[in-house]
Structure formats: structure tokens, C-alpha cells
């Protein structure tokens, strides 16, 4: 059964310090995983990831890939309070219609 | 990237009945997609609707209780029927847009 787990699932930390959210997964034919900020309703999507070992950045954020052991992390530096989010994985694959999403990881940045 | 909006935004319902949740986009996309994040957890695929032909539903949703419509290629409704209070959660409408996925501002559902 396809899975995607995101570690921790919750983590509180101050203004200024740097995170990583962890997202393994378990899919057959692998396309593609992305990272999404979820603040009240609707997800916006921060990353699509499909090559290992090729950083994305945006900012204070950024993700990189490894498909040989099936994970992928984000990294925030700097955090300030607008982070505060829930940060959601998704994976993608070339069979099937749909993205598996992970639990999340609620993260909340006080100041 | 494709821009999706959707209503209402939010609503209270009493239990027993239904509410109909519609989503546009501002692009012709072949496939929509319905999913509900109930309190503390994440996105859980309902169903995907196909225009032409009916959705699709994922285990443990049926047509019955989630029946939806998909009249083109913009436009899609997602009806929660028989409403309890198990049903408060909030509704997303996606689409998938050159292999990204967007999704619209959502509809917080409390059933009372």
C-alpha cells in the first residue's frame, strides 16, 4: 500500500531557529513529491521535487530529494512567525489519479 | 497555474441535511478532485470527478452520501447528504495543472 509519512508531527520552536520536516514515502512508479504550506484552508505549494540530490530554494526555504532511500526534506532557516503552518507532502506517481499526502507536520514558531 | 475558487467559503448546517459545494476553475483541466481534512489530520481523497462520465470514488466514500457533477471541464459540485456531525471538516476542490497540484480556498463545513 502506498504511504508517505512526515516526521515530527508537531514542533514549536523560536523566532530564528532552523527546522527540518522529514517526508519518507512508499510508492510504486514514483513521479514526483511536493511540499505545501497549509495556514487555514487551502494548501499553496511551495516544491515539486522529481531528481534526487537537487536542492530547490525559495527564500529561507528549501528541499531536496532522495530517491535512493525514499525521503525528502525542508528546511526553514531564520523562522519567524508567519511560518507557523501545517506542512503537508504529497507524492505523486504515473499510475492512479491521485497525490498520497502525509499526515502533516504542524509547526509553530513563537516569538 | 490554474486558479480555483470555490463556495461557499463556509457554512453551518444542521444534521439531516445536504449542502452543495462548487468549485471552478479558470482553466479547462480533464480531472477534478475532491478531498476533506477533518479536524488535526490531513487531505483525504473523496472521489475524482471525470467530465463526461461519473466520479470516481475512494474507499469508504460513496455516491449516495458524496454524489458530485461534473458538467465541463471548469465547473464541478460535490454534495454532502444526510449531513452529521461527523461530516464537519473542510472540502477542497483540486485540479492538477502541469504536474503541479492546486487547490481552491476550501469550505469549512460544521455540522451542528
Known amino acids: 500500500e502506498d504511504k508517505v509519512v512526515q516526521s515530527p508531527l508537531s514542533l514549536v520552536v523560536h523566532e530564528g531557529d532552523t527546522v527540518t520536516l522529514n517526508c519518507s514515502y512508499e510508492?510504486?512508479?514514483?513521479?514526483?513529491l511536493l511540499w505545501y504550506k497549509q495556514e487555514k484552508k487551502a494548501p499553496t505549494f511551495l516544491f515539486m521535487l522529481t531528481s534526487s540530490g537537487i536542492e530547490k530554494k525559495s527564500g529561507r526555504l528549501s528541499s531536496i530529494l532522495d530517491k535512493k532511500e525514499l525521503f525528502s526534506i525542508l528546511n526553514i532557516t531564520a523562522t519567524q512567525t508567519g511560518d507557523s503552518a501545517i506542512y503537508l507532502c504529497a507524492v505523486d506517481t504515473n499510475t492512479g489519479n491521485q497525490f498520497y499526502f502525509g499526515t502533516g507536520t504542524s509547526l509553530t514558531v513563537i516569538p | 497555474s490554474a486558479v480555483i475558487s470555490q463556495k461557499p467559503s463556509r457554512d453551518i448546517c444542521q444534521r439531516g441535511t445536504s449542502l452543495t459545494i462548487q468549485c471552478q476553475v479558470d482553466?479547462?483541466?480533464?480531472?477534478m478532485f475532491w478531498y476533506r481534512q477533518q479536524p488535526g489530520q490531513s487531505l483525504t481523497l473523496i472521489a475524482t470527478?471525470?467530465?463526461?462520465?461519473?466520479?470516481?470514488?475512494e474507499s469508504g466514500f460513496v455516491i449516495d452520501k458524496f454524489p458530485i457533477s461534473r458538467p465541463n471541464l471548469t465547473f464541478s459540485t460535490l454534495t454532502v447528504s444526510n449531513m452529521s456531525p461527523e461530516d464537519s471538516s473542510i472540502y477542497l476542490c483540486?485540479?492538477?495543472?502541469?504536474?503541479?497540484?492546486?487547490f481552491g480556498p476550501g469550505t469549512r463545513l460544521t455540522v451542528t
Open positions: 470527478a471525470n467530465q463526461g462520465s461519473e466520479a470516481t470514488y
Open positions: 510508492v510504486t512508479n514514483f513521479r514526483s
Open positions: 483540486s485540479v492538477v495543472y502541469s504536474y503541479e497540484q492546486y
Open positions: 482553466s479547462q483541466v480533464t480531472m
